[in-house]
């Protein structure tokens, strides 16, 4: 248990009770009390851990596939490359990357203007639902939102797929007995999860919009705040 396996596994969880409580905690309380309402300050919270942890989540599981594939295509080195230090180095650079990412979304939504009080066509304060209710020019929010938020989608799903292509040329060539099945059953419960997180948010950010954008966005946002820290831990004890 003290493996980086298990390390990065242990920040995922609490990066996946934080993306939870910090939009369905609001929400259920709007339900008990039937005032559907979030102060500026309140939102601008919200928006802030909200993407701070979003991203944690995207660039805990591109860590995690590159620990799988170290420790399945350089297993001798494992313990060399993956040693605590390093493990703690990646661990401190994807906390500072991603409150750099949410607080520059943050702060450029401090500099517009929101000439009345607006409804929210979400149930948390997500970037581009708020940006629809600003009577300023928000060109360079939404310039800002396709760079960063393609880049921590895009980046981390690259690296991804680039460990697994590894993990796979090395499993097909492994000739023992069990010895493929073995070394794929290490990562298939991070597959799962890799499957369901990126499938729920490219349908949610790169496809296009529809008459049901605003249905679809809510139910996609859903899942990916609720469904998926749910799965979670159901997938990865399923070994």
Not at 30 to 59: E, K, P, W
Not at 161 to 169: D, F, H, P, R
Request: with cysteine; proline share 4%; glycine share 4%.
């Amino acid at each position: 248990f003290h493996s980086p396996m298990y390390f990065f596994l242990a920040n995922l969880s609490l990066v996946d009770m934080g993306l939870t409580s910090s939009t369905v905690t609001k929400m259920l309380v709007n339900v008990q009390t039937q005032r559907h309402t979030i102060s500026y300050a309140g939102c601008l919270t919200q928006m802030y851990f909200f993407l701070m942890f979003g991203d944690l989540d995207s660039f805990f599981l591109a860590v995690m596939a590159y620990d799988r594939y170290v420790a399945i295509c350089r297993p001798l080195h494992y313990s060399t490359v993956m040693s605590p230090h390093v493990c703690a180095l990646l661990l401190t650079l994807c906390w500072v990357l991603t409150n750099a990412i949410a607080l520059t979304h943050t702060l450029l939504v401090t500099r517009l203007s929101f000439c009345v009080t607006g409804e929210i066509a979400h149930f948390f304060c997500d970037v581009n639902p708020v940006l629809k209710l600003s009577c300023s020019d928000t060109h360079i929010n939404y310039l800002m939102g396709f760079t960063l938020g393609g880049t921590v989608l895009v980046v981390p799903f690259i690296c991804i797929v680039i460990s697994y292509i590894s993990i796979v040329l090395a499993i097909l060539k492994v000739r023992t007995p069990g010895g493929a099945s073995k070394a794929f059953s290490t990562c298939s419960s991070h597959l799962c999860v890799v499957c369901v997180f990126y499938g729920t948010l490219f349908t949610a950010y790169l496809c296009p919009p529809s008459v049901a954008s605003e249905e679809k966005d809510i139910a996609t946002a859903a899942v990916y705040t609720v469904v998926i820290p749910l799965l979670n831990p159901v997938i990865y004890t399923l070994r």
